[in-house]
């Protein structure tokens, strides 16, 4: 996360003119439960500490066997979910969620619906499960075809299906249950892979993503590969198989770099030096002039007038070299001389490469989309506010073009602002907002904890406080994370000995 954000567009940039032309080419209402002796809300939906201890105690009871509990824990669990959506029929925000991640000790009896539980103590109506992550996937072992390892690889427990009885005991709690996955971080255990070593992104440096990330555990995929495509869409797939809510897209860019390497300025520092998406770019060329100069740069990370002069006698039957989004004005063509032309071409390529590579990154959106779409369910990205701007000549290493993700898609922005207060958050939505077209969902989500302030942010309800004034265009916020807020029963079940 960074310590603030960074400067906004000002305008719309020469790579997103590029990407037109390649994509055209190619409130807080307080409320009370009906029977306020047993059970009482807060505004935001929270349910009182007193009837939340006595659901735990009747979820404890059943686990034992307790059947008159089991009865009168059920009964309990249904009414909290009624109330919880009526509540949210008429509280702002509509959507309250939650990210989550489940561990292999969630396999014991009534773990799941503990979690569930707190959710809709606390008002969630959304719960945003992490299906894959760290370069494995919550499928049963005794049920994965995909290339990565399953989350639970507990002996016995092969067949436990920790997703689908999340979804279960989520929806029994009027929760929506979502998949959260990460997309171009294939993690780690992809990487191991000798048959998958050309799917791996790879700059000019000669180093692939797995170098530059500094826990060396996130490994980037090349968007154009079709392995890669391939492997994804399948886990997809069977992701959508159990019916989840909806589907979140995390990690939808290229690997962050830190110190000088966090600005993109060369073609060297672009993910672009793999086959796959060298054959795509030489596939934007329209004519053997663009061809042999898109190769040039690539090889050399420029162009000479020579160059320009060696490709005018080789192809003397073309007139200017062209690509896709190259439109040459006429003032352009009356600059004969290859000295006087090579700053312009050269400026332009660069354009072109910047582009290409966050093609990419939408055409991989919209592939890993596509199945969710076929299926009427609901998807959306997630991503950084900063993650498309401009920095001095360069741009940030992440190269993601959030602003041009669909607006039929949901669009989750982390903002996550650490300046103390909450006025950086606000910005980081406000340029969201100013950027998205109209009828995008947009969905903040936001860091911190209920009643106090953590790393350097303020509490989550001032933070919904200050989102409050854009009610009319935000429907939700998600909070980040259930770790954050229960830090010690993450601890334990992710530390857990199963027995």
């Known amino acids: 996360m960074r310590n603030r954000p960074l400067n906004p567009l000002k305008s719309k940039l020469p790579w997103q003119r590029l990407l037109t032309a390649i994509l055209s080419s190619s409130l807080l209402i307080p409320w009370f439960e009906s029977n306020p002796a047993q059970a009482q809300a807060t505004e935001y939906c929270q349910l009182s500490p007193q009837v939340a201890k006595t659901k735990e105690n009747l979820r404890l009871l059943s686990i034992k066997g307790n059947q008159d509990a089991q009865q009168r824990y059920q009964q309990l669990v249904k009414k909290h979910a009624e109330e919880l959506k009526q509540c949210r029929s008429r509280t702002w925000p509509k959507i309250q969620a939650i990210w989550l991640r489940l561990y292999p000790c969630d396999v014991a009896p ?92 790879r700059n000019g440096k000669g180093q692939t993503s797995l170098y530059v990330v500094d826990n060396g555990s996130q490994v980037f995929i090349d968007p154009y590969n079709e392995q890669a495509k391939r492997d994804y869409y399948r886990m997809v797939q069977e992701i959508l198989r159990r019916r989840p809510d909806g589907l979140l897209f995390d990690y939808v860019r290229y690997p962050r770099q830190a ?65 896709q989004g190259r439109i040459i004005p006429p003032q352009q063509k009356a600059l004969p001389s290859p000295s006087a032309r090579q700053p312009i071409l050269q400026t332009e390529l660069w354009l ?24 009427g369910i609901t998807s959306g990205v997630v991503f950084f506010p900063e993650g498309n701007q401009t920095l001095g000549e ?36 406000q340029r969201v907002l100013s950027m998205a077209k109209p009828g995008t969902q947009i969905i903040p989500a936001l860091a911190g904890t209920w009643g106090e302030s953590v790393s350097n942010r303020p509490p989550l309800e001032a933070q919904m406080q200050a989102l409050r004034q854009f009610s009319d265009k935000i429907p939700g916020v998600s909070h980040f994370a259930y770790s954050w807020q229960y830090p010690e029963h993450d601890g334990d079940r992710k530390f857990c000995r199963i027995q």
């Open 110 to 201: 009534g773990a799941i619906e503990q979690i569930m539980d707190r959710m809709v103590n606390r008002g969630y109506n959304q719960v945003y499960v992490e299906v894959f992550y760290d370069g494995q996937v919550l499928l049963p072992a005794a049920a994965n075809p995909t290339v990565w390892p399953s989350v639970i690889r507990t002996p016995r427990a092969e067949k436990i299906d920790l997703l689908a009885t999340a979804i279960q005991k989520g929806r029994q709690r009027g929760l929506k249950v979502y998949g959260w996955m990460y997309t171009i971080n294939f993690g780690y255990t992809y990487a191991k892979r000798k048959d998958r070593e050309e799917a791996i992104a």
């Open 259 to 323: 110190g000088s390497d966090s600005i993109a300025t060369k073609v060297t520092d672009l993910w672009l030096f793999t086959q796959a998406t060298q054959q795509a770019l030489f596939r934007r060329a329209q004519n053997n002039k663009g061809l042999e100069l898109i190769r040039r740069f690539l090889s050399k990370g420029y162009i000479t007038a020579g160059d320009i002069s060696d490709i005018d006698k080789l192809y003397p039957q073309e007139s200017e070299p062209l690509w």
């Open 352 to 375: 072109l490469s910047v582009a290409h590579a966050m093609q990419g990154i939408l055409d991989f959106v919209s592939l890993a989309t596509q199945p969710a779409k076929e299926l």
């Open 394 to 429: 360069g741009y940030d290493s992440r190269l993601q073009p959030w602003d041009r993700f669909p607006s039929t898609l949901q669009w989750h922005p982390m903002s996550y602002g650490t300046c103390g207060k909450v006025s950086c958050i606000v910005e980081q939505v």
